[in-house]
């Protein structure tokens, strides 16, 4: 992953119309069952030796954070936390990439409540999207128990222009985030927060660099 290779990529997504991902999503008939299934932990995926990543580690971005820091009036550390499942050390300090939505013990997500998700209307962009996603060859369809439902048009162009929307957002912010901390930032490099860490960690998100402190693993 390079600077150059993302704002290629940028480039080409801002000359691609939303609406060539409609059919895909229209044809899959997603209409959210509100059952919880992504909301919670299914399983982990193994991204490298070093990391063991739960399903529902879920990338925020500090915009998603804002919002639904407005919409409940909660507190910065209560909505979010370092992304512990994406770090890496400089030397002198731990580096966390982004932040995710904070899990309960339970390993669900902390605003999954008594079977619904509590800020349904404040919900983070990427929960908007699911479950779509952007690849190189277009729509990639994730897990999901609202597909081969009805849909309309208008809902899947509306999903479509979303899932553009994030693509790009998420781009803008891996180009940001290398250029704060260059080459460290590769996948060989990053690893879980060890189990026992305790102390400063550094949370490079794409608008800066901030200092949260970790005094107890979840
Ligand atoms: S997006 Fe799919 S998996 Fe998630 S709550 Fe809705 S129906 Fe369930
Ligand atoms: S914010 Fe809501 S939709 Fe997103 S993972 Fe949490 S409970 Fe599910």
Same mark, same amino acid.
């Given at each position: 992953?390079?600077?150059?290779?993302?704002?290629?990529?940028?480039?080409?997504?801002?000359?691609?119309?939303?609406?060539?991902?409609?059919?895909?999503?229209?044809?899959?008939?997603?209409?959210?069952?509100?059952?919880?299934?992504?909301?919670?932990?299914?399983?982990?995926?193994?991204?490298?030796?070093?990391?063991?990543?739960?399903?529902?580690?879920?990338?925020?971005?500090?915009?998603?954070?804002?919002?639904?820091?407005?919409?409940?009036?909660?507190?910065?550390?209560?909505?979010?936390?370092?992304?512990?499942?994406?770090?890496?050390?400089?030397?002198?300090?731990?580096?966390?990439?982004?932040?995710?939505?904070?899990?309960?013990?339970?390993?669900?997500?902390?605003?999954?409540?008594?079977?619904?998700?509590?800020?349904?209307?404040?919900? %983070?962009?990427?929960?908007?999207?699911?479950? $779509?996603?952007? @690849?190189?060859? +277009?729509?990639? &369809?994730?897990?999901? !128990?609202? *597909?081969?439902?009805?849909?309309?048009?208008?809902?899947?162009?509306?999903?479509?222009?979303?899932?553009?929307?994030?693509?790009?957002?998420?781009?803008?912010?891996?180009?940001?985030?290398?250029?704060?901390?260059?080459?460290?930032?590769?996948?060989?490099?990053?690893?879980?927060? %060890?189990?026992?860490?305790?102390?400063?960690? $550094?949370?490079? @998100?794409?608008? +800066?660099?901030? &200092?949260?402190?970790? !005094?107890? *693993?979840?």
């Amino acid at each position: 992953m390079d600077t150059t290779s993302l704002r290629g990529r940028i480039g080409q997504l801002i000359h691609m119309h939303s609406r060539d991902m409609t059919r895909d999503i229209l044809g899959s008939g997603f209409s959210c069952a509100r059952c919880g299934w992504c909301c919670r932990e299914n399983f982990k995926i193994r991204i490298t030796p070093n990391i063991l990543r739960p399903s529902n580690a879920i990338s925020i971005f500090p915009d998603d954070i804002r919002c639904i820091i407005r919409g409940t009036g909660m507190q910065w550390e209560e909505v979010a936390q370092p992304d512990i499942y994406s770090c890496l050390s400089d030397g002198e300090r731990m580096l966390a990439i982004g932040w995710i939505l904070r899990r309960n013990e339970a390993g669900d997500c902390s605003f999954y409540r008594e079977g619904e998700c509590s800020i349904y209307e404040f919900r %983070p962009m990427i929960c908007r999207c699911y479950p $779509f996603f952007m @690849d190189e060859r +277009g729509v990639d &369809v994730m897990h999901c !128990n609202g *597909l081969g439902n009805e849909m309309t048009r208008e809902r899947a162009e509306e999903m479509a222009r979303m899932v553009k929307r994030y693509e790009m957002k998420k781009l803008r912010s891996y180009v940001s985030i290398l250029e704060q901390i260059g080459d460290k930032l590769n996948l060989a490099n990053l690893r879980e927060l %060890p189990y026992d860490y305790c102390g400063e960690i $550094f949370v490079c @998100d794409g608008e +800066g660099i901030t &200092v949260d402190c970790i !005094n107890k *693993l979840p």
